[in-house]
């Protein structure tokens, strides 16, 4: 492969230090659920619960499940379940209706007087609250509970992800902690690995509670204390937690790089997306032309009744996602047809073979060369996908509305646009991202527009949606606000949040004159074409400070510089808190957190940010961002940028899960979507 | 001091090379009653031994032992020190045997089970509501659980000692009791699963939780079973006195020997034990005879009735004046004091006599044994640990510290351990601490066990100069001191004279919390201690300790018990831990009134919010009632309102869910804020209602009921219903624009061009016609669409035009309107050179 032609914005460079190697994690999930299905005796059933399915299927394959005894698998739904063995083991998150499901099915079993085994494996924990409900439905005696501790998953080498789809709901509507805690822990687990976190940085109420809690959580010299939680950790510089509340308005936005886009528009899920077949399966006769999968044009929706098929979108497999996830979908064409050159010319070199050596040197390559056409013809056929999509009127306008507002440019003529596409029979996610996106950045909408609008959707999409306004109105969340605020809520400060001083400060919007365009790649905006993530800059507050400040001039400076050596970044400055950034942090709402962790071993407080400071300068140090509540693609993707843009940095990004503004709309909204009819089996 | 050598105390087997040594381990003449008389159970490792009178023996009235009609345990160690005396009030006894942590577990006929340390205090638990019914009627207790066997003849097994549910082991399908059995444990057991023997008419079963097989032996019935320590051999005795012993799988038979040929031996057999895993010790009345592996026979004889405990290396005798040791003669010791050995340790030892003799003869034994002095000195070293006499014990120490000087490089290791090892032995063996430990049984057991055992006898500082002197954390000890402590200093039961006592608790708190801090304890948890604290019914100085504990996770337990419910709520809150805060929660539920339940949370304000919180969760799907309750009590009008939406949504009865809609708007109407949200709720059931009379009117054929507003004059329009459709868009308002958009796709999805027609005629449309052409072309019908295009503002009529597919008439427009541009624009993307042409035409004539 000639990854001398990618340009260094794109190909993750394998040539500099590793990361922290996050395989460990999926290995320990991988054991831990093999040492919980080994722990019972013989063959079993497997009862899975649905939502576990996803994230299962990033640890362990189901051949595995099989040589360890599971004969037949099933999902965790309503109504009898059938067992050949006598042993069912029972796999899910401790919630409440699948307890009762379990109590149900056991109770059926007892009517039909059929003998088994339970078992019953609670990811991440043991819950008091489900033998509470199985002591009530009377089922307690018959079942052994046990846990099994699925923590972060590695879903990308630089990507964990707890893969917690409600976890931003759970917070913030219902004010569930749980998920803070199984956080908290799931972090102790890394501390565990790889040592302290010498320094927590964070932003948001929440933030502020794990770090809370996970600084709390080691105890003087305990005897089962590991020695790495008592000394701060080598590879690991520094956690950044943020809460998905501090930066509200970056899922509200629709995500511009490839992936991101996939996500919005064809939906990924636990990193795999649902394509056509066509698109999947190589074509039978070699050679024919990758545009064979194009959609016709005609039919821009995927609704089609052709089969569908869940691929798993990583790196490992399809190299050529490496290069393409992150980039604005703009430049993804003119990648894509790089790509295809490069590989008509490897190709062609079986014309250049002249001796046998050479030829079979060609065939040597050849396996290769499949690889990369099948994962060309996915891409293009993919892309060819989205185009239609990103084409129609509503994309645009959706678009439009978002560049206007973030900008606050007419506010007003925004809110009526948003009600024609309301009229025009838009999503109702779309309605809503866009509507809360108006409340954040206009610090809330007029009260009767408001109310017209809240009321237009209650007609347009159902009157069963009043909860779900209520709790996005409803502090802590806050996110749909009339202006002037209610009374009730005028004192919280919360509820107001400065963006506008904000995008002037942390350089939020980059114009979108000619000579700014430049600008956008050498910046995180390219993410959302011309808007950086407040997300993202508040980590560059932290690791790359440079990022935040510089102006264009600068950058034109810098880029000089690059030119003359590129492979000469900047060495990333140790790090030191918020510092440089503390007045800017303080004015968005939520409690700052800046605590350095020395453990027991680390000598006195004085002295350890001295010795963070004097950490030896070229030692490659890895930095943790977690996101609390979850976090998108195009944030994963500007973080990436910001990684590489200097040397002794990398980060690892860890979080709830991955979200976009509809997920994040869906799980609030407590109207269940129609459930489409699966099938009994279940499949990992 | 008596120089007697070791081996002048050794007895020989006949084969000429085993030696069996009985080594007194204390002289305890008339401590003891006659063990006759009494049940006993004896603890391994040098345990104590627990005696019972046995009711199916007549006692002569008289004696100096009291007669009691109530079942009374002793304990005595086994220096012949009582160490504890309790009655039994339960049911009777079945069976009473020693844990491995040096508990009696006592089993009674209604299968209830206690476990007593020997402080007295104890747990109780039971075997299940069966084994109650059924009773109990014989029990095998080990180490680490126990078999009972039931009236109805079936299997159940505990293991461990944390009162687990018994689980039914395979059903042997007995007719009658067994004539005896035996039990496996589970640790010595090839499958790791406890195996129960059972001897049934002539054969015998093995019975484990799966299945239940029968060995088919003819030799039986057996009147004793009894498994070798290491569980691989069995041995068997027949009615007839014959002693077999069979590997454990049955397949082979190692040995056979006719107890009735033992001269002196009378009556009946009263016990057959192992004596290490290859002998075989049976007893009778006065007589006590090692059975070896090839029939040879050494006996011993005693005053009196004996009882034999089985011990790792041997077996521990207790007769009416000794408590004897009889073990086979470890190699080590055997190999140096055997009679003419000449053994490389043998000369070793030999040669250090000499020395301190002064003779020259060492320096010559010494040189004789260069090649193997490394190995000489070990032996040494592991001699001296199977000697009960510290005499000799230093005597072989001497031995190999002289060897060592010898040697160039020897690891002084084992020899600083031995010496260690030794003086704590020698302490514990001591008559007053009584613990016999062999070097063996203490490296087996591990230094920690011998410490629990000492603070289980409340010989806390022995404990601790141990655990100071190995070098262990001392916090078992504290711990178990200061639960001693505080029971200790109970105040008087009266309770006025408390404050002044002794023990007030802030003395003790303060006597507990120094102790530790000045012992370096500090990872004992107070919470444990405070636990006992409670229990002995101090609760104040259980909140005193449970300050010091840094655990939420141990301190929230014990608050709910005493009862202190807000500060364990808050605790549990604090941790951040949410099942701690549900535990808290469902345990308060169930044990408060609701209306201080409530309370209790409401009252906590914004610390205990979070707990409020996981409570409506959990009772949104499980307890509505309650959470309605708790809406209501708390004033809280919307969360209220939105409760009735949520079981709305899930209500199919049409009249119960307006029902419940319009109890949602009247909770939203007494909340003076939110009239917008009661109004919504009013237009919600006014919609159902029409909907609900809509359906009606449609005799059924159309549903309606729950559709929004949209979706209801699509409906209507869909069906020819346009008059209700205008009737639903007054009624609630629907602005012209959604409306034009809904009709338009309702009548473009009907293909009701004619009415499409009709409508966009009606008025000025308020959405212009674009959309009129936009949805027609994506519906499929172009042809339709072109009329409209001339409706639409001219510039953009050529790009609708080419939407429609109609080349030629966008090419048309843009000529009328001079629009080169566009025209090129268009020219580009042409389907097809026909096309192409005539827009060149277009193009041409336009210059």
């Not at chain 1, 099933?74 to 699948?98: A, D, M």
């Not at chain 2, 002569?60 to 009609?69: K, S, Y």
């Not at chain 2, 309702?746 to 027609?757: M, Y």
């Amino acid at each position: 492969m000639a990854t001398s032609t990618i340009d260094e914005a794109a190909a993750p460079t394998p040539t500099e230090e590793p990361l922290l190697d996050v395989g460990l994690l999926k290995e320990v999930g991988r054991k831990a659920l093999v040492d919980a299905l080994n722990s019972v005796n013989g063959a079993k059933t497997l009862v899975l619960d649905a939502s576990l399915a996803g994230p299962l299927g990033l640890v362990i394959e189901v051949s595995l499940l099989k040589h360890h005894g599971v004969d037949k698998m099933f999902w965790l739904e309503p109504g009898p379940l059938s067992s050949t063995t006598t042993n069912i083991v029972y796999l899910c998150r401790p919630r409440i209706k699948y307890v009762k499901i379990i109590a149900d099915q056991i109770k059926r079993h007892g009517k039909e007087a059929q003998k088994y085994t339970y078992t019953l494996l609670l990811v991440p924990r043991i819950s008091t609250l489900v033998s509470r409900i199985l002591e009530e439905e009377g089922v307690l005696g018959d079942v052994r509970i046990s846990s099994y501790n699925l923590q972060f998953i590695p879903i990308a080498d630089d990507v964990i992800s707890l893969e917690n789809e409600n976890a931003f709901k759970e917070i913030w509507v219902d004010g569930d902690e749980t998920v803070i805690y199984d956080s908290a822990q799931a972090l102790l687990t890394l501390e565990k690995l790889y040592g302290l976190f010498p320094r927590i940085v964070g932003k948001g109420d929440q933030a502020a509670r794990l770090a809370n809690l996970l600084t709390r959580h080691y105890l003087p010299s305990d005897s089962t204390t590991p020695d790495t939680l008592l000394t701060q950790s080598e590879k690991i510089d520094s956690l950044i937690v943020l809460d998905r509340r501090v930066d509200m308005i970056t899922p509200l936005l629709t995500q511009l790089t490839y992936e991101g886009l996939i996500d919005e528009l064809v939906g990924i899920k636990n990193s795999h997306v649902e394509l056509p077949v066509s698109l999947l399966t190589p074509p039978a006769p070699m050679g024919v032309a990758s545009t064979s999968a194009e959609p016709t044009p005609g039919a821009p929706t995927l609704k089609k009744v052709e089969a569908k098929k869940k691929h798993h979108l990583t790196t490992s497999t399809d190299p050529l996602f490496a290069e393409l996830r992150d980039l604005n979908f703009s430049s993804v064409g003119k990648r894509l047809n790089k790509v295809a050159r490069r590989l008509e010319e490897d190709y062609k070199g079986r014309h250049q073979a002249k001796t046998v050596a050479q030829l079979r040197d060609f065939v040597g390559k050849l396996g290769g060369l499949q690889t990369d056409h099948q994962s060309l013809r996915l891409h293009t056929g993919l892309s060819e996908l989205l185009v239609p999509l990103t084409r129609t009127d509503q994309f645009n306008k959706t678009l439009e509305i978002q560049q206007n507002l973030l900008a606050s440019y007419e506010v007003p003529a925004q809110i009526t646009a948003i009600e024609d596409l309301l009229a025009q029979g838009a999503d109702m996610q779309t309605i809503l991202r866009l509507l809360c996106l108006a409340s954040i950045t206009a610090g809330g909408i007029k009260l009767k527009s408001l109310e017209n609008l809240k009321r237009e959707i209650l007609q347009a999409y159902g009157y069963n949606h009043l909860p779900l306004l209520l709790s996005l109105s409803a502090p802590p969340l806050a996110v749909l606000l009339p202006n002037p605020l209610p009374p009730a809520l005028a004192s919280d400060p919360s509820a107001k949040y400065p963006f506008s001083p904000l995008r002037k400060s942390l350089r939020l919007l980059i114009d979108d004159s000619p000579e700014a365009l430049d600008e956008v790649e050498n910046d995180i905006s390219f993410v959302y074409s011309g808007y950086a993530p407040i997300s993202v800059r508040l980590v560059q507050c932290v690791a790359q400070k440079g990022g935040v400040l510089s102006n264009p001039a600068e950058k034109e400076k810098e880029k000089e510089k690059d030119k003359q050596g590129s492979s000469i970044k900047a060495q990333a400055h140790p790090i030191a808190g918020w510092r440089g950034f503390e007045d800017l942090v303080a004015t968005i709402p939520g409690e700052t957190v800046d605590i350095v962790q020395n453990g027991p071993n680390g000598g006195s407080a004085v002295a350890a940010p001295m010795a963070s400071l004097l950490r030896p300068m070229h030692k490659p140090t890895t930095t943790v961002v977690f996101f609390l509540g979850g976090c998108t693609y195009t944030e994963i993707a500007a973080l990436r940028w910001v990684g590489r843009q200097n040397r002794g940095r990398k980060f690892l990004i860890a979080t709830t899960g991955i979200i976009n503004g509809n997920t994040l709309f869906e799980s609030i909204s407590s109207v269940p979507k129609p459930t489409q009819a699966g099938s009994k089996d279940a499949a990992i | 001091m008596a120089a007697e050598r070791p081996s002048s105390k050794w007895q020989i087997m006949q084969d000429g090379k085993t030696f069996y040594k009985r080594q007194q381990l204390y002289s305890i003449p008339g401590k003891l009653p006659n063990l006759s008389d009494y049940i006993v159970a004896g603890c391994r490792y040098g345990g104590p031994i627990a005696l019972m009178r046995d009711h199916t023996k007549l006692v002569a009235l008289g004696r100096t032992t009291p007669a009691i009609t109530k079942a009374q345990i002793q304990i005595y160690s086994p220096a012949g020190e009582g160490l504890l005396l309790f009655s039994w009030d339960q049911g009777k006894i079945i069976r009473f045997g020693w844990t491995s942590d040096e508990r009696l577990a006592i089993l009674n006929e209604e299968g209830t089970y206690r476990l007593y340390d020997l402080q007295g205090d104890y747990q109780q638990y039971s075997l299940g509501s069966e084994a109650g019914e059924m009773g109990v009627i014989d029990a095998r207790i080990h180490e680490n659980g126990l078999v009972a066997l039931t009236g109805s003849l079936s299997l159940l097994e505990v293991k461990g000692w944390e009162g687990s549910r018994p689980l039914t082991l395979a059903n042997p399908t007995l007719s009658q009791p067994p004539n005896s059995w035996a039990v496996i444990p589970p640790d010595v057991n090839i499958s790791r699963h406890v195996e129960v023997l059972l001897s049934v008419d002539s054969t015998i079963f093995t019975v484990d939780n799966l299945e239940s097989i029968d060995q088919r032996l003819s030799q039986g019935p057996f009147t004793h079973v009894s498994p070798s320590p290491n569980g691989k051999s069995l041995a068997l005795l027949t009615f007839s006195g014959t002693l077999l012993v069979v590997s454990s799988d049955f397949q082979r038979t190692l040995a056979e020997f006719k107890t009735g040929d033992v001269v002196g031996a009378e009556g009946a057999v009263h016990q057959v034990e192992w004596c290490g895993i290859d002998a075989i010790l049976v007893t009778w009345d006065n007589l006590v005879v090692v059975v070896g592996p090839f029939g040879d026979t050494l006996e011993y004889y005693y005053s009196g009735p004996t009882f034999a405990v089985t011990e790792p290396d041997g077996v521990r005798i207790v007769g009416p004046d000794v408590c004897d040791l009889i073990q086979k003669v470890p190699s080590s010791s055997a190999s140096i004091f055997r009679p003419g050995s000449t053994s490389a340790s043998a000369i070793l030892y030999d040669a250090w006599e000499s020395f301190s003799q002064r003779s020259p003869k060492a320096d010559e034994n010494i040189r004789s044994i260069r090649p193997e002095l490394a190995a000489a000195v070990d032996e040494c070293i592991e001699a001296a640990g199977e000697e009960w006499e510290p005499y000799w014990q230093r005597r072989l120490l001497n031995a190999a510290k002289f060897g060592r000087g010898f040697l160039d490089l020897h690891n002084p290791t084992d020899f600083i351990n031995m010496g260690q090892t030794l003086k704590v032995l020698n302490a514990v063996r001591f008559y007053e601490i009584g613990i016999p430990l062999t070097h063996l049984q203490y490296i087996y057991t591990s230094p920690a066990h011998l410490i629990t055992r000492l603070t289980a006898r409340n010989m806390h500082l022995l404990a601790l100069r141990i655990s100071t002197y190995l070098s262990i954390k001392p916090d078992a000890v504290l711990k178990h001191w200061a639960s001693a402590k505080i029971m200790r200093s109970r105040p008087s039961a009266t309770g006025t004279g408390a404050e002044a006592d002794l023990g007030g608790d802030e003395d003790v708190c303060k006597l507990i919390v120094d102790k530790f801090e000045q012992l370096g304890g500090a990872d004992v948890s107070y919470a444990e201690i405070a636990k006992r604290a409670w229990e002995v019914g101090r609760g104040g100085l259980a909140t005193k300790l449970l300050d010091h504990e840094p655990r939420a996770s141990d301190q929230v337990p014990l608050l709910l018990t005493m009862k202190e419910d807000r500060l364990a709520l808050v605790k549990a809150v604090d941790s951040g831990d949410t099942d701690l805060v549900y535990h808290v929660l469902l345990h308060l539920h169930k044990r408060l009134p609701l209306g201080s339940f409530f309370r209790l949370i409401e009252d906590g304000g914004s610390q205990l919010a979070p707990a409020s919180k996981l409570l409506q969760v959990y009772a949104r799907e499980q307890n509505r009632e309650m959470l309605r309750d708790f809406f209501y009590s708390d004033d809280r009008r919307v969360e209220s309102a939105v409760l009735s939406l949520d079981e709305a949504a899930g209500i199919l009865d049409p009249n119960s869910k307006i029902t419940t809609v319009r109890a949602a708007q009247k909770f939203f109407s007494e909340d003076k804020d939110r009239g917008f949200e009661s109004k919504m709720m009013d237009e919600s059931a006014r919609l159902l209602a029409y909907q609900q009379q809509l359906e009606k009117e449609s005799d059924g054929k159309i549903v309606f009921f729950g559709l929004s507003v949209n979706e209801t004059l699509r409906m209507c329009l869909v069906n020819n219903l346009s008059k209700k459709a205008d009737k639903v868009k007054s009624d609630f308002k629907v602005p012209d624009k959604r409306f034009w958009y809904v009709k338009l796709q309702a009548l473009i999805s009907t293909s009701d061009f004619e009415a499409l027609d009709t409508f966009s005629k009606s008025k000025r449309s308020p959405i212009g016609y674009e959309p009129f052409v936009h949805h027609l072309v994506e519906a499929g019908h172009p042809r339709e669409a072109i009329p409209y295009v001339l409706r639409c503002d001219s510039p953009k009529r050529a790009d609708l035009y080419v939407e429609c597919g109609e080349w030629r008439m966008a090419g048309k427009e843009c000529k009328e309107r001079g629009d080169k541009a566009k025209l090129d624009a268009i020219r580009q993307k042409c389907p097809n050179s026909l096309i192409a042409r005539e827009f060149d035409q277009i193009l041409a004539s336009m210059k």
